[in-house]
Structure formats: structure tokens, C-alpha cells
Nanobody, 114 residues
Framework: QVQLVESGGGLVQPGGSLSLSCAAS????????MAWYRQPPGKEREFVAA????????YYHDSVKGRFTISRDNAKHMLYLKMNSLKPEDTAVYYC???????WGQGTPVTVSS
């Protein structure tokens, strides 16, 4: 069955960096658009970034443009999110998504706080 396993979350100070990973299995990863979403405390899940199958196009929420970078390794069935210049408002549980929410991982928490 489809499995998406996120890792790399944790506690980081404002201005710091964090790298998230998502290991995908149980489906043909290479042709799929993949995405990251997040759910801040007490709020609904929101789109963060997406990447097309061949990495030729990427999409970002305005709030993370210039700070976050999405990437993928089709050979390894891995999705990544590099997060720089983190802000307290980036605090959330981050989820890996197959497509636009066809499947979800269990999430990895990111807390940005001093």
C-alpha cells in the first residue's frame, strides 16, 4: 500500500534551518506530482510547496517563497523540503503528499521558537 514517511522535524530557533525528508513507497513515484503541506496549531492544513514529476516546475506558497526549496530524487523515491530563515509562524506539522492530497504521511512536527 501507499506509504509516505516524513522525517527531519524538530525544534529550531528563528532564523535557523531545517531539512525535511519523505520516503515514498507502494506506488510509482516518478510520474507523480509531489507536495508538502503543513498544519499550524489550531489551524487547517495548508499548501506549502509542490514539484512536478521531472522537477521542471516548482510551486510555493507566497509565505515561503525564497526561504523554502522543494526537491526530489526519483531514483530513491524521496521528497525533500529545505527550510531556511525559519520564522515562528512556520511552526506546524509538515506533511508529505502524493499529488494534491491523494495520500498523506503521518507528519513531522516543526517548532520555531527561541
Amino acid at each position: 500500500q501507499v506509504q509516505l514517511v516524513e522525517s527531519g522535524g524538530g525544534l529550531v530557533q528563528p532564523g535557523g534551518s531545517l531539512s525535511l525528508s519523505c520516503a515514498a513507497s507502494g506506488f510509482d513515484f516518478s510520474p507523480e506530482l509531489m507536495a508538502w503541506y503543513r498544519q499550524p496549531p489550531g489551524k487547517e492544513r495548508e499548501f506549502v510547496a509542490a514539484i512536478t514529476a521531472r522537477s521542471d516546475l516548482t510551486y510555493y506558497h507566497d509565505s515561503v517563497k525564497g526561504r523554502f526549496t522543494i526537491s526530489r530524487d526519483n531514483a530513491k523515491h524521496m521528497l525533500y523540503l529545505k527550510m531556511n530563515s525559519l520564522k515562528p509562524e512556520d511552526t506546524a506539522v509538515y506533511y508529505c503528499s502524493r499529488g494534491r492530497g491523494a495520500n498523506w504521511g503521518q507528519g513531522t512536527p516543526v517548532t520555531v521558537s527561541s
